[in-house]
T-cell receptor, first 114, second 117 residues
Framework: DSGVTQTPKHLITATGQRVTLRCSPR?????VYWYQQSLDQGLQFLIQ???????AKGNILERFSAQQFPDLHSELNLSSLELGDSALYFC?????????????FGPGTRLTVL | AQSVTQLGSHVSVSEGALVLLRCNYS??????LFWYVQYPNQGLQLLLK??????LVKGINGFEAEFKKSETSFHLTKPSAHMSDAAEYFC???????????????FGQGTILTVHP
């Protein structure tokens, strides 16, 4: 158990809908990262938040947005969903003492868009 | 810019045999390299990381990796495979190029390791 929790574990929805994925980092970790894992794209970095502020951005679609709240949990919002958004979405957290700090991954949320 | 190439999407070994999973990287500045393991229906777990302190890095579960700058490689090895090593393994890179890429891990495509009895 990494100490990172993600809810829900599974999500099934229809095209055009909007969903919210939630992540609680390990106790004391200030950084939260979101990754997408799909069969065709592999594991891709989406976005990082540090202590409530956006710090780094990957190839995140404009339909996707994220935020980190004062209690440090984070939410990833996916809107106007398409079939191709079906994937496993991971959240990771780190204490962020430096760039090589270990990122601890949650179990993921499996999103299926029908 | 940074990228990782894992040679071989599937590797199969017998129990007790050497495990060798290959990773080559590309980075515009000195890299920091990681190996993660993913068991079925689980998140990723860090095996080991190279942070420039030592080129031979020892990790958990008997795994180790050697950073070779001249070959731009960071191959993962284990002397004797166990059935419990069957999983998918990911090599990842990050660097200090700065800008909006801070902390971003770039992953390879993964290598599925199968261990036969």
């Amino acid at each position: 158990d990494s100490g990172v929790t993600q809810t829900p574990k599974h999500l099934i929805t229809a095209t055009g809908q909007r969903v919210t994925l939630r992540c609680s980092p390990r106790s004391g970790d200030l950084s939260v990262y979101w990754y997408q894992q799909s069969l065709d794209q592999g594991l891709q970095f989406l976005i990082q938040y540090y202590n409530g502020e956006e710090r780094a951005k990957g190839n995140i679609l404009e339909r996707f947005s994220a935020q980190q709240f004062p209690d440090l949990h984070s939410e990833l919002n996916l809107s106007s969903l398409e079939l191709g958004d079906s994937a496993l979405y991971f959240c990771a957290s780190s204490a962020d003492r430096g760039i090589t700090d270990t990122q601890y991954f949650g179990p993921g949320t499996r999103l299926t868009v029908l | 810019a940074q990228s990782v190439t894992q040679l071989g999407s599937h590797v199969s070994v017998s129990e007790g045999a050497l495990v060798l999973l290959r990773c080559n990287y590309s980075s515009s500045v000195p890299p920091y390299l990681f190996w993660y393991v993913q068991y079925p229906n689980q998140g990723l777990q860090l095996l080991l990381k190279y942070t420039s302190a030592a080129t031979l890095v020892k990790g958990i579960n008997g795994f180790e990796a050697e950073f070779k700058k001249s070959e731009t490689s960071f191959h993962l090895t284990k002397p004797s495979a166990h059935m419990s090593d069957a999983a998918e393994y990911f090599c990842a890179v990050t660097n200090n190029a700065g800008g909006t890429s801070y902390g971003k891990l770039t992953f390879g495509q993964g290598t599925i390791l199968t261990v036969h009895p």
